[in-house]
């Protein structure tokens, strides 16, 4: 199983942008999605996180600001992110709880994707 994150980029205060989390491998179902981020010297820290029935919770920090969502179709999961500030800037991960067609559940994490907010 793999996850495959993108969308990362360098934006300035006030812009967007939309990450994208797309899972492949062996797939039976995915349960939650989520996103985390990570600073130097820091502990990788929840962002939002979505289960499959599409029940979202968020990091107060981003709260109005950010947007998670998710298409179980495609196994992919989406953080639409507005009105970004310098604080956001971040290592990104997504995360996604698993279970394989050996219906064993693993949580699953792809490679980090940066996201820079300067001006």
């Known amino acids: 199983v793999q996850l495959q994150a993108s969308g990362g980029g360098s934006v300035q205060p006030g812009g967007s942008l939309r990450l994208s989390c797309a899972a492949s491998g062996s797939i039976f179902s995915i349960n939650d999605m989520g996103w985390y981020r990570q600073t130097p010297g820091k502990q990788r820290d929840l962002v939002a996180r979505i289960t499959r029935a599409g029940s979202t919770n968020y990091a107060d920090s981003v709260k109005g600001r950010f947007t998670i969502s998710r298409d179980n179709a495609k196994n992919t999961a989406y953080l639409q992110m507005n009105s970004l500030k310098p604080e956001d800037t971040a290592v990104y991960y997504c995360?996604?709880?698993?279970?394989?067609?050996?219906?064993?559940?693993?949580?699953?994490w792809g490679r980090g994707t940066q996201v820079t907010v300067s001006s």
């Open positions: 995360s996604a709880d698993i279970v394989n067609r050996m219906l064993m559940i693993g949580q699953e």
